[in-house]
């Protein structure tokens, strides 16, 4: 392959090319296999590693990686495919493919392993590195999902009593072992974070050599203390529009920076936790979890949803004479429930969404409120007008009463489910339970019954009594 074709993904990889690979690694042609390995990005070798059919091959062609090489691939492929070639690779392999890593993939990739493998690797890293080793033991005893939990120990830091020269200097020092960095912290004697400087002043301030980085850093800094959850820290760099931010411990000394792609890959996370969570379910089951465990985990929210439903068949045998006498109100039942069941759960992702990303706030919760009836009322009126012709022109008797009682039935379904699916996340948000877990089956089942409720009620007084 030739270097230019490094500028093409390889993400669409054809049967053809793994047929190739793998008939190379059967042939144990290591040097073919590593020059076309030598044109491609990691993240490209990752899927070709992937997509390989048997683990043993997936394996081999790993083995040839050199350790920096290593150390990017094994973070990009699946889980189950990395879980095999932490099995099969020596604790000093292993060792030897971490060290390469920065310390908050390092430390993301050993809390993965179990505790036997990760204290070998972590001897083994003592050996190689006892400084890295240190920073990976400190980072791995947060809460993974703190700001100590995804910070990276790589950053740096220049004295405020320094130069412009000598902070230059610093850089220069520091820039094997930080790869990206957008901003300098300034910091005291004590290591305590006195402000902030960007790469483009200290470039531009280098025509000032001598003057110190306390003059020209920004005192105005944002920062956060290790213990603050990650949810926050991703509305702190969206609101502020930040690229990186530094991480201090209670005495307001600097131990680890944050960066955008920390940030991108918590964001994704949280929203991937939040849909599954609506569905009522676990984010990682499809990845980590057998089917008993998923069976597990989904059968109490569907057998309370099945205790939901089940109010609605209590509504319908109460209504059995109407049904016996108008079999067309059955055909018009699941489409009530339906649509305001839909109405609910769009407006309560639309309120969970909103909670997790600061637009919506609890003290001011009559807006969004506000907001969802006026849509609620225009989607009711369109909706209904519809269901109502629909019930007009399919109705044999009766034809005027029985479309205005579907109509009815929809226009007030659609807008409690409205007004449900937006006061219910934020009641719990208030209770201090996660808002997501008020969503979904629940959502869907209670308009079940309400949307039920309401068409039987509506057609009973309307047909019956007008």
């Given amino acids: 392959m030739s270097p230019d074709k490094k500028n093409k993904s390889v993400l669409e990889v054809d049967d053809e090319l793994l047929e190739d690979i793998t008939e190379l690694i059967h042939d144990r042609s290591d040097a073919a296999l590593k020059n076309i390995l030598a044109d491609l990005y990691d993240f490209d070798i990752s899927v070709i590693i992937d997509n390989l059919k048997d683990d043993d091959d997936a394996c081999y ?68 590195d006892k400084d890295d080793s240190e920073e990976v033991r400190e980072l791995l005893s947060y809460d993974e999902n703190t ?88 509305k702190i760099f ?45 984010a990682e089951e499809l990845e980590k979890k057998s089917p008993f465990e998923i069976a597990k985990l989904r059968l109490p929210w569907l057998m309370i949803t099945l205790l939901i439903e089940m109010f609605a068949v209590f509504v319908v045998s109460s209504h059995d004479e109407m049904l016996e006498k108008i079999i067309l109100l059955a055909a018009f039942m699941p489409i009530i429930s339906a649509i305001s069941g839909n109405t609910g759960l769009q407006s309560a992702a639309i309120v969970v969404r909103g909670l997790d990303t600061g637009n919506m706030m609890l003290k001011r919760w009559w807006e969004p409120l506000n907001r969802q009836i006026r849509t609620t009322l225009i989607i009711g009126t369109v909706i209904g007008l519809a269901v109502g012709l629909m019930g007009y022109l399919l109705s ?71």
């Fill in 147 to 234: 700001a100590g939990g995804i910070m990276a120990k790589e950053y740096v830091a220049v004295n405020e009593n320094m130069t412009i020269a000598e902070a230059v200097k610093e850089v220069q020092l520091r820039a094997e072992d930080v790869d990206q960095f957008y901003n300098l912290w300034v910091v005291d004697d004590s290591n305590v974070l006195k402000g902030i400087m960007s790469l483009k002043r200290l470039i531009v301030s280098m025509q000032t050599p001598d003057a110190l980085t306390k003059e020209i850093m920004n005192e105005d800094v944002i920062y956060v203390e290790a213990g603050t959850d990650q949810e926050e820290i991703a």
């Fill in 61 to 128: 062609l790993f083995s040839l990686l050199n350790d920096d090489t290593a150390s990017e691939v094994i973070l990009e492929i699946s889980d189950d495919r990395r879980e095999y070639f932490t099995e099969k690779l020596s604790g000093e392999k292993i060792s030897d493919i971490v060290s390469e890593m920065y310390s908050d993939d390092a430390t993301d990739f050993l809390s993965d392993l179990e505790e036997d493998k990760q204290e070998e690797v972590l001897g083994n890293l003592d050996k190689l």
């Fill in 396 to 466: 044999d008797a009766n034809k005027v009463r029985f479309g205005l009682s579907v109509a009815v039935s929809m226009f007030i379904s659609i807008n409690i489910a409205g007004i449900i699916g937006t006061i219910s996340p934020m009641i719990s948000k208030r209770l201090g339970f996660d808002p997501a877990l008020t969503s979904g089956p629940f959502e869907t089942a209670f308009q079940d019954v309400i949307g039920i409720t309401v068409f039987l009620t509506v057609s009973t007084y309307l047909l019956s009594h007008v």
């Fill in 238 to 282: 969206r609101s502020y529009d930040l690229v990186s931010m530094p991480v201090v411990d209670s005495n307001q000394r600097v131990i680890g920076k944050i960066t955008i792609d920390d940030v991108m890959d918590v964001m994704e996370e949280e929203y991937s936790e939040d849909v599954a969570r609506m569905a009522g379910t676990d």
